[in-house]
């Protein structure tokens, strides 16, 4: 098995909590780059590894995540670039 699976299996159950706790204030998505449907899109949004994780806005990307995987981390991350998020648009 692939070291990837081993890590994306494991983020999986953190993705699912991390969805629940800011619902309403980020929406928490995943595609699956290994799909042959999705390759063009992982493609062009230049996902190389996997778990990749990357904050959207508006269709546009504002930052890659390379920290710890936990959900207290994860939690921290989405909040304050749904903030920045927000204030950029209020600009």
Known sequence: MHRWILHSKKLAPTWGKLAAKVEGDVTVA???CTAKENTK???KKGVKGYPTLKMFANGKEMAGYNGARDLQALVKFAREKAKSAVGQAEL
């Open 41 to 43: 899109l992982c493609s």
């Open 30 to 32: 995943q595609v699956d």
